[in-house]
Every structure is written in structure tokens, then in C-alpha cells.
């Protein structure tokens, strides 16, 4: 038995599951292929479970009736007990030429074509009749009753469509109205004229959107089912926080259960589809929209979306965007997804002098807290070719901890917002920093001004390296200052004099094995005292 995917119905009947609303558990006959061109060779009976919960085979029997011959039955097959249909799949009995056939009932010849009284099949599930309909009799004929078997005296109904040889009858869409139609499906949703299309769920984890069932087999995916898009988080997100389902907002495909508008709802049938992994989940933030979706990161890393951590929750949101540092730096711990605003207080000066990747900082625009943004070359050169020092920006992306500073990697999204300019450094001294992390956590990362120090090696020349620096007014308090050669434009401070003498430093505080440093940015952020 192939394992098929969700179709309209199933669909349905998923979301009638997830939203606790009762669904039927029927296992129906959902397709007919009784007679083709001379024998008979690819006749077939597909069943069809509609129902949210698996079906086991044991103790179902298909019995099949001659109306012609009073209505006697003419077959009889139990179907195998170790069986089992998963909702929404199929399970085909016919003959061993049938595609997708798991059960062979026969060679050929296996079921009768009607005649004036027609013939007729009952489905039973341990005695009990579940199903019972006859087929192709004369024009008027109401149907027969049965003579024999365990469905005796069952009355068969017609079923007034007439199946022409080739064709088959099906219910339209699985477990609706019978319907005779060129298309045979054992095995796959039943249609009529142009086969649907769907979304196909390929080995790699990606989605190819809108292709049939038969083209999505034939390159071993999972096909999704008759109108199910691509997930699109990023999407769907949209539609949730906007305008309600219409044909004229295009968010109707995202109204999954048919409620009229796109709900959290939708979102549970909606990871039913996706294509990657599903566990292990937590949140999941879409901006903008600060949306929270609790789904696996490589569903949300995938659509677009960025992923805090397994088993992080979406309540209360860490999603919503906020415009204190501060605030983040207190209350969230690493590894969330974080929205934040900010002014950089360095774009063209390269301190970490990697070859692959550099970094920049932004500063709480109130308080006393900095964030420093990481990644490689391309992406930090693309934001600072927009965004300047003193700009203030918007930025989502991943918080995380590294090496006792708060950090945001890769993949980030930025937004100018305006240029209210560099923040005024803050005033400190090396006693300030002298103790060590944790101590005064809260200026990593910010501009400070480092009040009243002395270079130990000073009328030299600066290099790229680190320089001992000591508090003017009790040497024995000493701190790192870290000079980098400087790119993107920078006036760099390498090749010039090591001042003696007082001085004061502007740079951006960072920390190294729990050890305070400063880095000037450029010659002007070294002056007299």
C-alpha cells in the first residue's frame, strides 16, 4: 500500500481534528474500473479511508452481486487482516497489471459489467454492512436486493452513472458524487478533465509548486494534494496579521480549514504540508508584522523566517520589536530571535581585521547597553554602504552570547529609520574596567571615552596589535587598548605617534577573555586629556 498525501478531503477532515469538530471515520469504495476493451484485464475496487484515524483491514469483506442472476452474489474477498489505511490513503484490489494495486483479487474478469438489473458490491466490516450500491442496469432500474452472503436482504441502490468501457467511475472529489470520467486513479485523488495540481515535496526538502501527482511520483516526491501551495511562511504570516481570506487579498490559499479568514488554525494544518523537517519546533519570527509562529527552524530558517530555539514560546511574543538595548540585554536570554533598534556608532573602520568576516556596533539610544552585529565581508560591507555612523537603524535577526557580548550573526535583516547622529561617548575610567567582566557588563559594546590614561610605549609608532594603557592617576590600574589597521575608507591610526602624556580615548568597549580593551576608531579619537 502506497502512503499518499492529504488531499481536499483528507484535508478537511484534518483540520475538522485539529479544531475538535467530529469527523467520520468511513472507510468509503471511492473508485470503479469495471470493464475495458474485450478482457478485462486492469479492473479494480479502491477504497478510501476519509476518516483522521488509521483503519485496520481485519474482519473486512467485499461481496460482490449479479442482479441478473437474482441477485445472487457471484465473489467474495477478505481482505488481508494485517493491513492497515492511513487517513487519506487508498488501498486498490484488482488485478496484478493495476498501478499502485495492493491487493490481487483476481487475473481477469474479476468483476461483472452490469446488465439490465446491473450488478452490485457491499462493503462489510465484520458482518456489518458499511457500504452497498449496484451499478450499470437499465435506464429506471431503482437497484436489486441481495440474495446470499453475509449482505442478504441488503437493498443496492443504483448508482445512475454508466461506465463506458476504458472509463472508470469515481467519486469526485475523493468521497463525493460518482461520476464516470477517462481518468483512472487507482491509488490517487480522483478528478475529471484536467488532472490538479499541487504542491510535490521533493527528497532534498525542496517544494515544487503546482505540478500533478503523476509528475510529482515520477520524481519520487510526496505530492501534498489538489491546491495545496508551497509553504510560505513569510506569506502566510502576512495574511495572518492582514486582511482576511478573499479572492481579492490572495490569502484565500491560506484559509485551510475554510473558516473565512487566516488564523492560527490554518497554521496547524499548514506545518501538515511542509516539506522539511518538523521537530523539534520553537518559535519562529516573521518580520515584519512581528509575527510569532511556533514551528522547526528548518521550516522557519527555509520560508524565510528566523528561529530562536527549540521549545522557546510564542507567549509572550519575542517578536515584538523593541528600542531599548538595555531591555534586551536584561530580559533576553541568548539564542532568541530579537527586533531592535539602534544608532551604529562605527560603519568604516574594520576592528576585528579578519579576512573574512568584520562586525559593527549600535548603541541603546537611552541607555547604557550595545549590540555588535557579525557576519562576513559581504554582508557588513552591504549594510554600511547604506548606513553610515550616527544612522539609526532597525534590525532582526538571532541575539546570541559570544564570549560575554551580545551578538547578532547572520542572517540579519536591516532598516534605516533615521540619522539623529553618534551617540556622546560615555565617561569612564580604567578603575571602572579594571576589575574585570562582569563588572560594568553594560558598556561592552558602546562608545565610551576612556578619561585620563598613558601609553606605556609612548613616542613610538602605532602597529596593528595591542597597547597597555594605565590610569594616569594610579598606574598600577592598567587596560588594553586594541589599534587596527583600519579599511573602508578609514583614516587608520596605524603609522602614527604613540602620544606621551594624559590622554583621553574614545572607542568602542569590548572583551577578551572576561578582560576589558577599548578600540579607537580613528586618530581623532586619541586626544590630549
Known amino acids: 500500500m502506497r502512503s499518499k498525501p492529504w488531499t481536499r478531503c483528507g484535508l478537511a477532515v484534518l483540520a475538522a481534528l485539529l479544531l475538535g469538530v467530529p469527523a467520520s471515520a468511513d472507510l468509503i469504495i471511492n473508485e470503479l474500473e469495471i470493464d475495458q476493451p474485450s478482457t478485462d484485464t486492469v479492473e479494480f475496487l479502491e477504497l478510501y479511508n476519509s476518516g483522521a484515524t488509521a ?39 484488482g488485478s496484478a497489471l493495476v498501478p499502485n494495486v495492493d491487493f490481487v483479487a483476481w487475473v481477469t474478469d474479476g ?133 482576511v481570506a478573499a479572492v481579492s487579498s490572495g490569502c484565500e490559499i491560506w484559509d485551510l480549514n475554510a473558516s473565512g479568514h487566516v488564523d492560527l488554525a490554518d497554521f496547524a494544518i499548514f506545518q501538515q504540508y511542509t516539506c522539511t523537517d518538523t521537530t523539534p519546533v520553537g518559535a519562529c519570527c516573521i518580520w515584519p508584522g512581528e509575527v510569532c509562529l511556533y514551528t522547526s527552524r528548518e521550516d522557519c530558517s527555509s520560508n524565510g523566517g528566523v528561529y530562536g530555539s527549540a521549545d522557546l514560546p510564542c507567549d509572550p511574543n519575542p517578536c515584538t520589536c523593541v528600542d531599548s538595548i538595555a531591555e534586551v540585554s536584561v530580559t533576553y536570554p541568548d539564542t532568541r530571535p530579537v527586533c531592535i533598534t539602534g544608532p551604529i556608532i562605527n560603519n568604516d573602520y574594520d576592528l576585528i581585521e579578519s579576512a573574512n568576516s568584520k562586525n559593527f556596533h549600535i548603541q541603546d539610544p537611552t541607555g547604557i547597553a550595545g549590540l555588535t552585529v557579525y557576519g562576513n565581508n559581504e554582508r557588513i560591507d552591504g549594510v554600511l554602504a547604506v548606513a553610515s555612523a550616527g544612522d539609526q ?7 546570541e552570547a559570544y564570549y560575554n557580548t551580545l551578538e547578532i550573526g547572520w542572517p540579519f535583516t536591516v532598516e534605516y529609520l533615521a540619522s539623529p547622529g553618534v551617540p556622546t561617548p560615555f565617561p569612564v575610567s ?33 602597529e596593528s596589535g595591542n597597547y597597555t594603557v594605565a590610569d594616569a592617576n594610579d598606574p598600577t590600574k592598567t587596560l588594553t587598548c586594541r589599534i587596527a589597521n583600519g579599511e573602508l575608507g578609514a583614516l587608520p591610526i596605524v603609522g602614527t605617534t604613540i602620544p606621551s602624556g594624559p590622554v583621553d580615548i574614545v572607542g568602542v568597549c569590548a572583551i577578551y577573555s572576561d578582560l576589558f580593551q577599548v578600540q579607537p576608531r580613528v586618530p581623532g579619537d586619541i586626544t590630549p586629556h
Open 55 to 93: 483503519v485496520s483491514l481485519s474482519g473486512w469483506v467485499i461481496e460482490f452481486f449479479n442482479g441478473n442472476n437474482s441477485g445472487k452474489r457471484y465473489r467474495e474477498t477478505l481482505l488481508p487482516a494485517d493491513a492497515t489505511i492511513a487517513p487519506g490513503d487508498y488501498y486498490v484490489v
Open 111 to 243: 468483476m461483472q459489467n452490469g446488465g439490465t438489473m446491473g450488478d452490485g458490491i457491499v462493503l462489510l466490516n465484520n458482518g456489518v454492512v458499511v457500504e452497498a450500491f449496484s451499478y450499470d442496469a437499465a435506464a429506471g432500474f431503482p437497484g436489486f436486493t441481495a440474495a446470499d452472503g453475509a449482505a442478504a436482504g441488503t437493498f443496492l441502490p443504483i448508482i445512475d452513472v454508466v461506465d463506458e468501457p476504458a472509463n472508470s467511475l469515481q467519486r469526485i472529489p475523493n468521497g463525493g458524487t460518482w461520476t464516470e470520467t477517462p481518468n483512472n486513479t487507482p491509488g490517487e485523488s480522483n478528478y475529471d478533465g484536467d488532472a490538479p495540481t499541487g504542491a510535490c515535496c521533493l527528497d532534498s526538502g525542496w517544494c515544487s509548486p503546482d505540478i500533478t501527482e503523476a509528475a510529482c511520483v515520477a520524481e519520487s516526491g510526496t505530492w501534498r494534494g489538489e491546491g495545496v501551495p508551497c509553504m510560505d511562511i513569510v506569506a502566510f504570516a502576512g495574511c495572518l496579521t492582514g486582511p
Open 393 to 399: 537603524i532597525k534590525i532582526t535577526g538571532v541575539l
Open 430 to 462: 580604567i578603575a571602572d574596567l579594571w576589575a574585570g567582566y562582569p563588572t560594568n557588563a553594560q558598556y561592552i559594546s558602546t562608545l565610551i571615552v576612556l578619561q585620563n590614561v598613558t601609553f606605556a610605549d609612548a613616542g613610538g609608532v602605532f
